[in-house]
């Protein structure tokens, strides 16, 4: 089961098992849902922005592993960043996740927490479970009110 | 079941048709347990569709050339094959269609125009495929008749008290699987028919799972449409079969235009061909109708009994592997049940399932299975589903429940 220990690494399934931020916020700035009709996953994010600081950040729903726990991750990163560096967080993360370069070992270190979703990309069909929270807090951010849909 | 009476299946020398039964995959041997979703090809089929097109392609009912008329003849005894194998009447009241889908909405969108109208009720099961709901939707939309929906108990059986309840004069159709692709039930089909029936309505069955399981006789049902898909029975993709009783086709409308459904064209007046030709516009898959007439022999060949009998020993084999797993959760345990074990584990999602599933080299479907109904009847979002097929063995499995105990242990 070598490979799918680089897929389920135990930071993942520390946050699937034990959510961060896994609650609504009511009176959040941007509330959106994302959701990926192929497989059912389903998340609610909820921002609270003070001017360009994402001050705080929350999910609410249900999916698979994967999902879960890159949006746990995602929350527990961005709390407290600047709206520019969630962005490149988003973007950075996208690159971990989706990549065709390989990473290095001072790399990987240096993504710190992101680094644990390098394994996905060996699994192209959970590719979109992993980007769907990102993809949801990025058109949140961007004011789109449509949500995303991984499909 | 009458197993007593019937030579056991043969199923090392059957697998050896499968080419592909042979894989590996992942570095495992593969476990093909994804059979609801899409069968395998024996050799046969394979065979019978690369003849055609090295000696036999060309257009039917055209040319006056020999290789025209050989195709005819090979693509019009695919008809019959398959008239044959459900015990239809009658040739003409066999349409080929592109699978299960196409047949449904063939029959919702001519049926709909000609026989429903504002007030008239159209009747569903809760555990309907999306292919045999949204056509409907679509028929009551542009007729302004209304879609009811007969509910199903815990064990995901129809509950034939509300569907009776349901039934009234005003009732055109009543739609219904006969064998759920996610939950393994077998519906009470020729009870559904008469019941429909006393008030008039007519019946469409959904045999897309069925027709590779169990035994099909259209004319005891006494179904008025019955339907099923090519790839689902060891035939190839692109390919399906709308049977439908020829007093009904006769009467219906035109479902698509083109060549090969008219007899005479002006632009005046246009004159449509007899059933089955009127619902089969333009150049059909010729290639496809053949490959599905020589996985109709194969399977007859077999024999649907025996294969029956094998699957039901595999589901309770299966069922007693399964139900040994902590945390795991049968969907779907109807008293008549077949081929299909559709679950959900309390340490891990579907999707999660799927994939360390198919690290070890068993494929199984994961998700709603075109049935988000039946999804939020039982309040989740998804499931895995393994589904046999008459060339599964016990081995397999035993590969199965290991895996999922390998779930188990990652997600402890
Ligand atoms: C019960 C049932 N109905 C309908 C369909 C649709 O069949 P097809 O996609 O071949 O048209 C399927 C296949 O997924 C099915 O299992």
């Avoid at chain 1, 069909?125 to 849909?149: D, F, I, P, Y």
């Avoid at chain 2, 080419?19 to 093909?32: H, S, T």
């Avoid at chain 2, 109904?373 to 499995?397: D, K």
Wanted: aromatic letters at 8%; a negative charge; hydrophobic letters at 40%.
């Amino acid at each position: 089961m070598n490979d799918l220990r680089d897929l389920y690494q135990e930071i993942i399934l520390d946050h699937n098992r034990n959510p961060r931020n896994f609650r609504a916020i009511d009176g959040a700035t941007i509330t959106l849902e994302g959701y990926n009709p192929l497989c059912g996953d389903r998340y609610t994010i909820y921002l609270v922005l003070d001017g360009d600081i994402v001050k705080d950040i929350s999910f609410t729903g249900a999916g698979c592993a994967i999902s879960k726990a890159s949006a746990s991750v995602m929350t527990s990163m961005l709390k407290g960043k600047t709206r520019a560096e969630a962005e490149a967080a988003f973007q950075q993360f996208h690159e971990v996740a989706t990549g065709h370069n390989a990473i290095s070992d001072q790399q990987l270190e240096s993504l710190g927490k992101l680094g644990a979703f390098a394994g996905i990309r060996e699994f192209p069909m959970r590719v979109k479970c992993a980007t769907l929270a990102w993809h949801t807090m990025h058109n949140g951010l961007e004011g789109k009110h449509e949500g995303a849909t991984t499909e | 079941m009458l197993t007593a009476e019937l030579a056991p299946l043969p199923v090392e020398t059957l697998r050896q048709d499968f080419p592909i039964l042979n894989r590996i995959v992942r570095g495992k041997p593969l476990v093909y347990l994804d059979n609801a979703a899409t069968t395998q090809k024996p050799q046969q089929v394979i065979d019978a569709i690369s003849r055609y097109y090295a000696e036999t392609n060309s257009n039917v009912h055209r040319g006056v050339h020999y290789l025209s008329e050989q195709a005819t003849i090979q693509y019009e005894g695919a008809r019959r094959r398959v008239a044959n194998f459900l015990n239809a009447g009658s040739e003409r009241e066999v349409i080929f269609t592109r699978g299960t889908t196409e047949a449904i909405n063939l029959v919702a969108a001519s049926f709909g125009r000609k026989f429903l109208r504002e007030g008239d009720e159209v009747i569903l099961t809760e555990m309907e495929h999306h292919s045999n709901i949204v056509p409907w939707q679509i028929a009551c939309d542009a007729s302004g008749a209304k879609l009811r929906v007969a509910p199903i108990n815990d064990r995901g059986e129809v509950m034939m008290d509300q569907l009776r309840a349901l039934l009234n004069p005003r009732t055109k159709m009543v739609a219904a699987v006969h064998l759920s692709n996610a939950l393994g039930t077998i519906n009470p089909v020729k009870e559904i028919v008469e019941l429909a029936h006393s008030v008039g309505a007519r019946v469409l069955l959904d045999g897309a799972q069925a027709v590779s399981h169990l035994p099909v006789d259209v004319r005891d049902l006494d179904a008025d449409f019955y339907v099923f898909s090519g790839h689902k029975i060891f035939g190839p993709t692109g390919i399906g079969v709308l049977y439908g009783k020829a007093e009904l086709l006769e009467s219906m409308p035109p479902y698509q235009g083109g060549g090969d459904m008219i007899r005479s064209v002006s632009f005046q007046r246009t004159i449509y061909n007899d059933i089955p030709y009127k619902f089969e516009a333009g150049t059909p898959h010729i290639a496809g109708a053949i490959g599905l007439a020589a996985a109709l022999d194969y399977v007859e060949n077999v024999g649907l009994e025996r294969i029956a009998a094998w699957e039901h020993e595999l589901l309770e084999y299966g069922t007693g592997l399964l139900q040994e797993i902590p945390g795991l959760r049968l969907i779907g345990t109807a008293h008549q049940k077949a081929s299909v074990l559709s679950f959900v584990l309390e340490s891990a999602h579907p999707h999660d399932i799927g994939t360390i599933l198919d690290n070890d080299g068993v494929a199984i479907r994961t998700g709603h299975h075109c049935a988000e109904p039946v999804m939020h009847r039982f309040g989740i979002p998804a499931t895995a589903r393994a589904s046999v097929a008459f060339y599964n063995t016990r081995q397999e499995l035993d590969a199965l429940a290991q895996a999922i105990h390998n779930v188990n242990r990652l997600f402890r």
